[in-house]
């Protein structure tokens, strides 16, 4: 389990993580999502016991990071945003040196070494320079890395970034592949990324948590989430005022309107579903539906609202 209560990090006047306090339980893949600057980066560096906090605690797995890195370190990989590897080396010789590293031997070394390149799909490069390697062998073999010592607990900052999306796919599944039996941590600005492989999230802002949830929940805070757009043959004025009557509508716009056909926009006072009570108004009046549509909610829109703020620098939400 991850533990972090009250964390902060200045650096001189700047408050790059303020205050922040959450749990992680195994099997979950939780991604921290934020715009450039929020503070991520400086948050995993905290949990990885490579930069000590300016006041708060983390613990990893019942251990004290800040106290003992060391022994916090033997339950972590972590990939930093560009991981150091040295390029003259093999593939293999190098994660059998990581190894040697992580206290591995003999043929416990080889056998873990081969273990990893399997497992991250490095067979057909294992003899290559890293040097000579494209950029999605080059993440994958910085992915290797973190695993060689089978941490519980894996810390990686944007994972896929720089990728091509076939590259990125394959990276996912792995981090996918190796979910259940670990907690990891991920940070990303990519929304699809978060929708893709996390099964909670975090949107942090200047420094701050704001969001906790899972992604799913998280789209259901989207401005538009549950507006109904109704195409529907009916007079104009009495569609109107018909859907306009139901309890939990809000406001009905006219989309666009015909001597048949009405397309209005139906909004929820509380982000309900209309479906189901718009069929029964337009069915009792024998109108005819012939589309209907309801905003599934888009995470970025969330991210907007929560992330962006103003000239005068309010939240615009
Ligand atoms: N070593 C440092 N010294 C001074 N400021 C830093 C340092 N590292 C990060 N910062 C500042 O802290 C804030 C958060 O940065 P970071 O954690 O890298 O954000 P993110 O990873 O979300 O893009 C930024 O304003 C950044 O400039
Ligand atoms: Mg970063």
Redo the contacts with the bound molecule.
């Keep these: 389990m991850i533990k972090v209560e009250h964390l902060v990090k200045k ?2 006047l ?1 408050t ?1 993580v303020n205050d922040v306090s959450f749990r992680v339980e195994k099997g979950t893949v939780l991604g921290f999502l ?1 715009p ?8 995993i560096r905290m949990i990885a016991g490579y930069l000590p906090p300016t006041s708060g605690a983390v613990e990893v797995n019942g251990i004290d990071v800040v106290a003992d890195p060391v022994a916090a370190q033997k339950q972590i990989g972590y990939m930093p945003e560009n991981t150091p590897l040295y390029d003259e080396m093999t593939v293999e010789a190098f994660l059998n040196f990581l190894a040697e590293i992580r206290g591995f031997a003999g043929a416990d070394r080889r056998r873990q070494a081969d273990a990893i390149i399997d497992k991250c799909m490095l067979s057909s490069v294992r003899h290559q320079p890293i040097e000579t390697l494209s950029k999605g062998y080059r993440r994958r073999t910085c992915l290797a890395q973190t695993l060689i010592h089978d941490p519980a607990v894996l810390l990686l900052d944007e994972p896929t970034e720089g990728l091509d999306p076939n590259q990125k796919q394959v990276v996912r599944e792995m981090i996918e592949r190796m979910a259940q039996n670990k907690i990891i941590v991920l ?1 990303t600005h990519v929304l699809e990324e978060v929708e893709a492989i996390c099964s909670r999230v975090m949107i ?1 802002s200047e ?1 701050r948590l704001q969001v906790d949830s899972r992604p799913g929940d998280l789209k259901k805070r989207a401005g538009g989430y549950n507006t109904l757009t109704i195409e529907v043959v009916a007079p104009a004025a009495e569609a109107l005022q018909a859907f306009a009557e139901i309890p939990d509508v809000a406001e009905v716009v006219s989309l666009s309107s015909g001597s048949e056909k009405q397309v209005l926009r139906l909004v929820p006072k509380d982000r309900q579903s209309l479906a189901v009570r718009a069929i029964e108004v337009a069915s009792a009046r024998r109108w005819l539906v012939t589309e209907l549509r309801s905003d599934p909610g888009r995470l970025d829109d969330v991210f907007r609202q929560i992330t962006i703020t103003d000239d005068v620098g309010r939240k615009t939400a």
């Design positions: 650096f001189g700047r790059a934020g450039n600057g929020a503070g991520k980066t400086t948050t940070s942090i420094g």
